[in-house]
C-alpha cells in the first residue's frame, strides 16, 4: 500500500518499481514547504530502494485535476517571511529533484494535466516524460514578478533551441501535451484515455530491461556533454567492452542469437 509523506505525497514500492506521486490535490498539488520536504524525503527513499536493488524503476506522477499549479503564491504571501517561505520550498523541492536526476535507474515522469511553474521543473525530471497530448504546460514566473526555479532553466534549454525556451519563460506561452513532444521537450504524447496504458507498457520494459546497460547509458549520455568526442569514444568503448562479458551482456546476446526473450537478473 501506498505510504502518505505529509498529506503531500505518496510513496510505494512494489514489484521492483517505487511510486512517487503528488497527492495534494484539493490545493492542486502546490509546491509549499511541506510539499518540498515531502517530495526530498521521497527521493531519498527512493535512492535507497536502488541502493538495495529492491527497486529497478521510478515513477513520478501526481492525482488530480491538475498535475501541478506550482508554488502556493498564497501561502507566500501570507508568510511572515516571504524569502525563507519560497526559500524552504525551493531547498526542499530542489533536494528532491537533484536526487532523482541522479538516480541510476530510469526515472518515468507522468504529466497527465496543467503542471505549471515549479510543477513543471517536477514533471520534465524523468529521462522518460509521458504527457497526456492535451495537458498544459506553462512557466508562468514572469507573469508573477518571479524567476525560474526546479531546475527549468536547465531542463528546457538542454531539450529546446534557445529561442523556443525564451519565448516560454518570458512571455508564459502555454504549450500542450502534444505541442511539447513535437519540439522534444517531453518524450511522447498520447491521448490522456491512453495515458496510464503507455507508462505500464514503458515502466514494464524498463523494469524487465538489463539494469547494468541501463544504467551505463544514462550515465554515458549525462557525461556527454563534459567530454570531447573523442574522449567520449573510448568511454564507450571501455563501457560496452565491460558490459559484454558481465551476465546480463551475455544473456542478452544469447537471447538474440536463439531468438528468444532475455531473462535479466
Known sequence: MPENIDDR???ELDDQVVRIELAHSEAHNSLDPRMGEALRIAADRAATDVASGDARVVVVSAVGRVFSVGGDLAGFAAADDRG??????ADGLHAGLATLSSLEVPVVSVIHATAAGGGLGIGLVGDIVLAA???KLVMAYTA?????????TWLVPQRLSWVRAMDLALTNR???GAEAADWGLVSRAVPGDELAAVVETVVSTLRDGASHALAHTKRLFAEAQD????AQLD???RTISQLIVEPDGVEGIDAFLT?????YR
Open 259 to 263: 531468438k528468444r526473450a532475455p531473462t
Open 235 to 237: 568511454e564507450e568503448a
Open 9 to 11: 505525497i505518496t510513496y
Open 227 to 230: 567530454r570531447t568526442l573523442t
Open 133 to 135: 497530448a492535451e495537458a
Open 84 to 89: 525563507a517561505e519560497v526559500g524552504a520550498t
Open 144 to 152: 508573477s514578478g518571479l524567476s525560474p526555479d526546479c531546475g527549468v
Open 174 to 176: 502555454v504549450i500542450t
